[in-house]
């Protein structure tokens, strides 16, 4: 049974090692439109509670 473990260390390296794209960076583009007060338009630039959420949720997944 000692004798399979580098067998099976080159198994794990190689699946690791082909998987890297699956963790690579997206970037991830998000529409918004005017429902306030959720989503608010002010100066061209998105605001509200939404937008926040969508901010946090892409900081903590990135």
Do not use: C, K, N, Y
């Not at 090692?17 to 989503?39: C, D, H, K, N």
């Amino acid at each position: 049974m000692t004798r399979r473990w580098p067998a099976r260390f080159l198994l794990l390296l190689l699946v690791g090692w082909t998987q890297g794209p699956v963790f690579a960076e997206r970037i991830v583009r998000v529409g918004v439109f005017s429902a306030p007060p959720l989503v608010l338009i002010d100066h061209g630039q998105p605001q509200g509670l939404f937008v926040d959420l969508v901010e946090e949720f892409a900081r903590a997944g990135g």
